[in-house]
């Protein structure tokens, strides 16, 4: 199996049920397309739960004292937040679906002469589809285990997840879900291919404070599914990269 495997696989699970969700969703009632994206929504705050609770791991809190792993996450979210906003990668990313929409003339007409409606479901479903693939665990430790040669079980089980998920997601958020297909080639191929070069010197601690801080980040797409409130998780993306270097800092000058 060459390195890369599972992500090719991931990509074309999401395809396959972006087709089939589009598929069906003109055939459902508005009603239960939103009951749909609730249930995602929830599924969603349950598995960050899940994540978020890697605070609780030992190597973790042996790296960096018992209180440590809460002030790690904390001080990812801040600094990941404050430079994501200076950055503003969520503006970029929500410019990138508008792009990609236009490029590949996706769902042409929507609801209004403009077409603007039609852009704003592409968007949405673009920028809520790659933070919920793209965000949790599965993603980055399946792509270093993948690019480490130790197999692409973890990215298969993912592959299935996504596909099941890109079904319901492409019921009610249309075409945009699909090209999220190419934020998981670009970020789990890049993980996979920083394995495959520097071999496994991320320690179980930093991925630990990796997948908890990854965790909270899913709580905030959980919420923008739910339509609680739309907070701009893209901005708190670069946390990811430095909860494990936080983690690596605490640990040396302990």
């Known amino acids: 199996m060459f390195p890369g495997a599972g992500t090719v696989l991931n990509v074309a699970t999401i395809l396959v049920g972006a087709t089939i969700g589009v598929a069906l969703g ?3 009632p508005q009603r239960t397309r939103d009951v749909v994206t609730d249930g995602l929504g929830l599924v969603t705050l349950m598995i960050a739960a899940l ?3 890697s605070v609780l791991d030992p190597a973790f809190r042996t790296a960096v004292g018992g209180g440590g792993p809460v002030l790690v996450v904390l001080g990812a979210i801040l600094i990941g937040g404050l430079v994501g906003s200076l950055l503003r990668l969520e503006s ?9 929409q236009r490029r590949l003339g996706a769902g042409g007409g929507g ?3 403009t077409g603007s409606d039609t852009r704003r479901r592409f968007v ?3 920028v809520t589809a790659s933070l919920v693939y793209v965000v949790g665990p599965l993603a980055i430790l399946g792509s270093l285990s993948d690019g480490l040669g130790r197999g692409i079980d973890q990215l298969a089980l993912k592959a299935t997840l996504d596909g099941f998920a890109s079904i319901a997601f492409a019921a009610s958020l249309g075409w945009g879900v699909a090209a999220a297909a ?9 993980f996979t291919l920083v394995a495959v070069l520097a ?4 320690p179980n601690s930093g991925i630990a404070a990796l997948t908890a801080t990854g965790g909270l980040l899913l709580v905030g797409v959980a919420l923008r599914l739910l339509r609680i409130r739309p907070l701009p ?3 708190l993306l670069p946390a990811l990269v430095v909860a494990p270097v936080l983690t690596a800092l605490v640990a040396a000058v302990r």
């Open 26 to 28: 003109h055939r459902l």
């Open 51 to 53: 994540n978020a609770a």
């Open 92 to 100: 970029r990313l929500e410019g990138l679906g508008a792009w990609l």
């Open 111 to 113: 609801t209004d002469p």
């Open 124 to 126: 949405e479903g673009f």
């Open 182 to 190: 190419l934020s998981v080639a670009v970020v789990q191929g890049g």
């Open 199 to 202: 071999g496994g010197l991320l």
């Open 233 to 235: 998780v893209g901005d």
